[in-house]
């Protein structure tokens, strides 16, 4: 163990057996991730609820609200509750017990999901009626309309319903995860005998169905947008379901199951096997949530308890519509003024020519200059999706190397890969299919690769392999050339355009000294492996990060000015914590801005008060890791995929790059200056765990809204580009 996480691990001992420290125990200086988590997905309701934020982008909040809590209770609630079923039920690094935890969860989730369902009731639900994009019931339309849901339904809906009776014949469904149900009761009408049955909604058809949608008219905002929720029409059709029954009563539920994965690497013969079989399992899963409108019947929702072996706590009474994630399908009505205004990603100036801001070769451009690319304000599909084509397409290239953790079937990025083995190259693939919720998806096209000649292999055992490498080996007249990407998000073209990340070209060869070692420690043997410009995980991140946070302390104790800033989507690992607070006692400036989880408490007198911590959300998702350390006036600068978490740390594959010309220093420093601006509006945390959001400043001037100035930020710089 390196010697600084040794002293944070004897921090905790020591404070554990009451001894006098200059430290709070652990129970005080470290929040709790679980509720730090819900604290982030209300700043995500903040949003919601602004009626500065044009409207439809508030209702694509309110979708993103839903969907994160899903994932939540499939992970991180199924994981509490799998602990305290087990018997594994220790302390946490807070002193407080899972037990404990799970409770104030399900307080702090009502109360979110409760918040959530009212603000669509009260505030947004109005605001869209007045812009006729409206939610209506089927009694309430007009002939043709209701004629137009009748055609939708027996066209589209009816043939796909499995209408599932429980009787001593059937015995209760299995009801699976995130689906949205009908529970009805029916009666014979002759016998008056009653009976139960469900009714899953299909997942894949559209959540709302518009029944104004005219396709002869151009979308604009004079076209009405009339919303019926597909179980409701449903709902109207329960008849024509159960023909010659009486439907005495409707309601809907959802239940939410554990959805994480186990996989033993070191049992499993076949890995690809061994997760196919997991996934089957998954769909099994105890349930960890349930969701019931207002007006379940009694005698439903005892039967749902009871065959679902479910507790009371664990089951949240909302308003309809339940499943607000389906809520997308509204927020992508084409009305321009209810959306943020478009944007679209540049050409990175270092990669365009001259003489054709539209087409670009990657390899000449690296070959004069490293490029940063800072994505989705940089094009991903002129720079890194570029990069990728060419090189498949290059007959002098002899070899690609490639980390995929999420992508999509369809990518392109896949495409270059399949060419570029059927072409010849030498292609490595390393593959991620563990990558949480996207596993099925992964297994399908890796086995697409293997088809076309790729060599995919699955990395270390035990690890996942979360780092974002490219490394393409080309023959050039002076000899081999490497060019390599490291990035810090994942190849989806996608994605890419709402995640906010980086990446850097270069082929220099000290990185691809280090891409070659790691790329032949993922598909061979190299466990000794030592790196020049990477700092790699599971090794050295985390040690690295504390030997830098430690020179920022000695710089400060020295009488200089300290300072250490930290960019990542979560803080959790106590050793980097722990480390940070040291630098705050010895005067060190400390600024980390997260998007998620933050378990560091800022603003504490002795402990933290030179540490400021600070969130942007917006219509881009905050998604990279950046890392920049002062160094008495000469800047160390790392971006790269890891956040601080223990997965990230001590069971990951991860790398940061550390960037050295000097105009990319300065580049990601000014992103900290703007982030930490007294003018730029940002959520901060106070030391007990509130965030507060500052939107306007005292006189009431409203600040600058990061992202948006950074979109400024990017036209101009290529418009002085083009002019240069």
């Not at 993103?64 to 991180?76: G, H, K, W």
């Not at 149900?181 to 899953?200: C, D, I, M, Q, T």
């Not at 809520?327 to 003489?355: C, F, G, T």
Request: glycine content about 6%.
């Amino acid at each position: 163990m390196h010697p600084q996480a040794r002293r944070s691990r004897a921090l905790y001992d020591i404070a554990a057996a009451g001894q006098e420290l200059n430290l709070p125990d652990p129970a005080d200086r470290f929040l709790d991730r679980e509720l730090s988590w819900l604290a982030f997905n209300e700043r995500v309701l903040d949003l919601a609820s602004d009626p500065e934020i044009p409207l439809l982008e508030r209702v694509r909040f309110l979708s993103i609200f839903a969907t994160n809590l899903d994932e939540f209770f499939m992970v991180r609630v199924a994981g509490l509750k799998r602990r305290i079923n087990t018997g594994l039920a220790v302390p946490s690094v807070t002193g407080r017990m899972p037990a404990q935890v799970m409770h104030d969860i399900g307080v702090r989730a009502y109360e979110l999901m409760s918040r959530h369902a009212a603000l669509l009731k009260d505030d947004i639900g109005p605001r869209l009626d007045a812009e006729s994009i409206t939610k209506v019931q089927v009694e309430d339309l007009t002939e043709d309309e209701r004629a137009r849901v009748d055609e939708f339904f027996f066209g589209h809906v009816f043939p796909v319903l499995t209408p599932l009776a429980v009787d001593p014949a059937h015995p209760f469904p299995y009801i699976s995860g995130l689906s949205l149900n009908l529970g009805v009761l029916l009666r014979y009408p002759e016998s008056g005998k009653e009976l139960f049955a469900r009714v899953k909604v299909p997942p894949r058809l559209p959540r709302f169905f518009n029944v104004a949608e005219a396709t002869d008219r151009p979308a604009g905002r004079d076209v009405p947008a009339r919303f019926v929720a597909l179980e409701d029409i449903i709902a109207e059709h329960l008849g024509t379901l159960f023909e010659g029954m009486e439907v005495i009563h409707h309601s809907t539920f959802r239940v939410t199951r554990n959805e994480d994965l186990e996989v033993e690497e070191d049992d499993a013969e076949n890995l690809l096997k061994a997760l196919e079989k997991e996934l089957l399992r998954r769909r099994f899963g105890p349930a960890v949530r349930m969701e019931i409108t207002e007006n379940i019947h009694p005698r439903v929702l005892e039967m749902l308890k009871d065959e679902l072996g479910i507790h009371e706590s664990e089951i949240y009474h909302l308003p309809t519509p339940l499943d607000l994630s389906g809520m997308s399908d509204i927020a992508d009505v084409p009305r321009d003024d209810l959306h943020y205004p478009k944007m679209v990603p540049q050409m990175n100036k270092d990669l365009s020519l001259r003489e054709s801001s539209d087409q670009v070769d990657v390899f000449s451009a690296v070959s004069s200059r490293d490029i940063l690319l800072h994505h989705p304000y940089d094009s991903f599909s002129t720079s890194v999706q570029a990069f990728l084509e060419q090189a498949a397409a290059d007959k002098n290239v002899l070899a690609i190397k490639q980390t995929l953790y999420r992508t999509s079937g369809d990518s392109p990025i896949i495409d270059a890969l399949v060419d570029a083995a059927q072409a010849g190259i030498q292609v490595l693939a390393v593959v991620e299919i563990k990558a949480r919720f996207d596993e099925e998806a992964n297994i399908t096209w890796a086995r697409k690769l293997e088809r076309a000649g790729v060599h995919v292999v699955y990395g270390i055992v035990g690890l996942k392999t979360h780092a974002k490498l490219s490394l393409v080996v080309r023959q050039e007249a002076e000899g081999l050339a490497r060019y390599c990407h490291v990035g810090t998000g994942n190849y989806h073209p996608k994605t890419a355009r709402g995640y906010e990340d980086f990446g850097l070209l270069t082929r220099d060869t000290a990185v691809a000294d280090d891409l070659t070692k790691l790329f032949n420690q993922l598909s061979g043997y190299a466990p000794r492996s030592e790196y020049s410009r990477l700092l790699v995980a599971p090794t050295q991140v985390r040690t690295g990060l504390v030997d830098l946070i430690e020179s920022e302390i000695a710089i400060a104790e020295a009488g200089g000015a300290g300072q250490v800033r930290i960019k990542v989507n979560s803080i959790v690992d106590e050793a980097i914590i722990d480390a940070l607070y040291r630098a705050s006692r010895a005067g060190v400036s400390v600024e980390v801005f997260v998007r998620g989880i933050c378990a560091l408490r800022p603003g504490i007198e002795g402990l933290s008060e030179n540490i400021t911590v600070r969130s942007v959300l917006g219509r881009f998702l905050e998604h990279s890791r950046a890392f920049v350390f002062g160094n008495g006036g000469d800047p160390i600068v790392y971006i790269g995929s890891a956040d601080m978490m223990h997965r990230n740390l001590d069971r990951r594959v991860e790398t940061l790059v550390q960037i050295v010309q000097d105009n990319h220093r300065e580049e990601i420093i000014d992103l900290f200056d703007l982030a930490f601006a007294e003018t730029t509006s940002a959520f901060e945390l106070a030391a007990d765990g509130k965030w507060t959001r500052r939107t306007h400043d005292a006189d009431g001037t409203i600040l600058i809204d990061y992202q948006t100035e950074l979109i400024r930020r990017h036209r101009n710089r290529r418009r002085i580009g083009d002019e240069a």
